[in-house]
């Protein structure tokens, strides 16, 4: 009886988050149109429920009903299982994101994570970049040649800023000395005020070089190539409609909910906060990157891919280097 | 070399803020849209939408069939028959404005000697059948006399100078 509470607590943590991230993606579209559509003097949604809040169910609906078009000239079977492999990497990574202090509940004590892994960063590192496989794929598969060139510019865009994004957290790592981020967390707490203790106070450059890859990871403007709709129709979901595109759709805002979370565990104190830490903070911070990666998109115009590689290799590369360098050299002599 | 590092200063340090906070300024304007079927804007005094034929004050109508717009009509979408009431004067029997041929250009308010036909400020003409689009007498012709629309005062002021 005792195993099967236990049991029965995990599955309620991952229900908990993967409806949490659901609704959080849902919401994420219309907070995305609402806000685009106010730094561009629009209105955005605004038919649908009060201030449109219903827009995000209305979408779902339409795209549930919508006819599901699989062109002759594609492969089949990729085609079909690309958009399922780019939808679940962005929800996976939240397993070990620590969403709260461990809590009391039927006798156990419950750390608010689904699982507390002890090389945490190296399962999300892993894990994002697997969503760049359904891109590629399913351009490739489409059989249609935007979508190709979409899908060629994901992976060319890949290994431009992932070496940049594995590195801007190693002194990260070396000024924790851990990879559960449980632990990065924990260190983080107390200091100045509450958040003196932050590591983005520590090493700003690894705070700002790992904030730019993880735009480009997510393919949001301005390095968003592979949609880039302005040359490409829509890039790799060009051929793709109904559910399958609603899976791309709700696994490009599951990353971009992934990375700001990310973001605030490693850099921002994760559920730490000035007063009253809990999750309601690592929420905060969330909803607060999000709106950051929608004020770039309507600030910041797209970037050619041969840019964005040589601005990956040349300037975020290096710099990242240096920033291991210096980082080690500071610990060395203080 | 200094001045190549000086102008990745001023292009990411300098720039980049600067586009940050121009973008955010217009995030506390007022939206320049409107909810449009819900909430229509003003339409400008002299803009040119749908015609309405005008009465005097006793309620006859100003229109007297002289077929003058009909001729200055460069889209030729006017088409009248004249008819004569019980006191001997003239009147339109049949007016018809072919909607799809009008052109909107305020030609016939223009050309009209007796002020009796003006383009008002309705726009929204979409219709599922071309034979709708041919507007009757009963379409346009006014109910009362408009003559208290502030934009028919603007007309006669900037009449001179179409």
Redesign the interface.
């Given at each position: 009886m005792a195993d099967f509470t236990f049991i029965a607590i995990i599955i309620a943590k991952v229900a908990v988050i993967f409806i949490a991230v659901i609704s959080g993606c849902a919401y994420a579209t219309w907070l995305e149109r609402k806000l685009l559509g106010r730094l561009q003097n629009r209105m955005g949604p605004t038919y649908v429920g009060p201030f449109g809040l219903l827009q995000p169910l209305a979408d779902g609906l339409k795209l549930l009903f919508k006819e599901d078009v699989v062109l002759s000239g594609s492969e089949r079977v990729i085609f079909a299982i690309s958009p399922i492999i780019a939808f679940i990497p962005g929800f996976m990574a939240f397993a070990v994101i620590p969403i709260g202090p461990p809590i009391e509940l039927f006798g156990y004590t419950v750390p608010l994570s689904i699982s507390d892994l002890n090389i945490g960063i190296l399962f999300i590192l892993a894990t994002t970049s697997l969503g760049v496989y359904g891109i590629a794929l399913g351009g490739w598969a489409s059989g249609s040649k935007y979508s190709l060139l979409g899908g060629i510019r994901s992976s060319a865009q890949m290994i431009s800023y992932e070496v940049a994004y594995g590195l801007s957290l190693v002194p990260i790592l070396m000024i924790s000395s851990t990879l559960s981020l449980q632990e990065i967390v924990a260190q983080q707490a107390g200091g100045f005020m509450g958040f003196g203790n932050w590591f983005v106070f520590k090493n700003p450059i690894a705070f700002i070089i790992f904030w730019i890859c993880a735009v480009a990871e997510t393919n949001r403007s301005p390095f968003d190539m592979p949609e880039a709709e302005s040359e490409l129709v829509g890039g790799y979901h060009t051929e793709y409609s109904s559910m399958r595109f609603s899976m791309f759709f709700v696994g490009e805002y599951a990353n971009m909910l992934t990375a700001s979370a990310v973001v605030s565990t490693m850099f921002l104190g994760g559920w730490h906060g000035p007063v009253a830490s809990g999750p309601w903070w690592l929420v905060i911070k969330v909803v607060c990157f999000m709106a950051f990666y929608i004020w770039i998109r309507g600030t910041l115009p797209r970037v050619r891919y041969d840019q964005l590689m040589n601005f990956g290799w040349k300037v975020l590369f290096p710099i990242a280097l240096l920033n291991v360098l210096v980082t080690g050299l500071i610990m060395h002599l203080v | 070399m200094l001045k190549k590092f000086w102008d990745i200063i001023k292009t990411t340090v300098i720039a980049f803020p600067v586009?940050?906070y121009?973008?955010?300024k217009?995030?506390f304007?007022?939206?320049?849209?409107k909810?449009y079927p819900r909430a229509k804007s003003e339409m400008m005094p002299r803009y040119r939408g749908l015609h309405y034929l005008e009465r005097y004050d006793d309620g006859t109508e100003r229109c007297v069939c002289c077929g003058l717009c009909a001729a200055a009509c460069p889209a030729d979408a006017i088409y009248m028959e004249p008819s004569e009431n019980e006191k001997g004067e003239r009147f339109a029997k049949v007016y018809e404005i072919n909607m799809i041929r009008c052109i909107f250009c305020g030609f016939c308010e223009e050309a009209c000697p007796e002020e009796a036909i003006f383009l008002g400020h309705e726009f929204e003409l979409a219709d599922d059948d071309r034979d709708k689009f041919i507007y009757s007498k009963d379409d346009m012709l006014v109910e009362h006399p408009r003559k208290d629309k502030p934009y028919k005062k603007i007309y006669r002021r900037t009449r001179r100078y179409y």
């Open positions: - | 586009g940050f121009s973008t955010f217009h995030l304007r007022k939206p320049v849209t909810k």
